[in-house]
């Protein structure tokens, strides 16, 4: 059994946080954690320290990149201020997902043998052995055939394909 650390950032923060960088931006402001904060705290009811702990996540986890820049407007002429931004280059690819399958949470996890999926221990129901196979898999690799409904088969073609999209842009 391989543990790895993946991602630690709560995947929809990260969402938030990036929203309330493009906005900050939008209104030609440095994203600072107090501009950051107070648009977490207005948008999304997300305390101080909360927000602190993910934007470090965040940033470790090179989904959210700390600048130093210097102010232009206002009393801020000059001064220089730490900010955030979204990263320049893509993130780097690797067979895996970065966050469990089950809970869709960053932390420890183990990686399927045979596919991207993988899953902390506690959201496993069986014990792991070496070569772990996650409940997929094994589901696919049983007799029985699993049968998806025709509505279920084009929500899951529609969405790899909008993901596909995504990747050419």
């Given at each position: ?41 207005r ?11 993910q ?35 893509p ?15 960053g ?19 069986e ?15 049983s ?27």
């Amino acid at each position: 059994m391989k543990v790895m650390k993946r991602r630690l950032a709560c995947p929809q923060t990260v969402q938030h946080i990036w929203d309330a960088v493009e906005y900050i931006r939008q209104q030609k402001q440095i994203p600072n954690f107090n501009r950051i904060s107070s648009y977490m705290s207005r948008k999304y009811n997300l305390k101080g320290s909360d927000l602190e702990r993910q934007l470090n996540f965040a940033v470790q986890d090179k989904l959210v990149v700390m600048k130093k820049s210097i102010g232009c407007k206002g009393s801020k002429v000059g001064v220089e201020q730490h900010g955030y931004k979204l990263p320049d280059c893509p993130l780097e690819r690797d067979s895996h997902d970065w966050y469990c399958f089950e809970c869709h949470r960053g932390g420890q996890v183990v990686l399927c043998s045979l596919c991207h999926r993988v899953f902390h221990t506690i959201c496993i129901k069986e014990d792991v052995s070496d070569k772990f196979v996650c409940c997929v898999c094994r589901a696919l690799k049983s007799k029985s055939q699993m049968k998806v409904k025709k509505h279920e088969l084009n929500t899951l073609l529609s969405y790899t394909c909008l993901r596909l999209k995504e990747k050419r842009t």
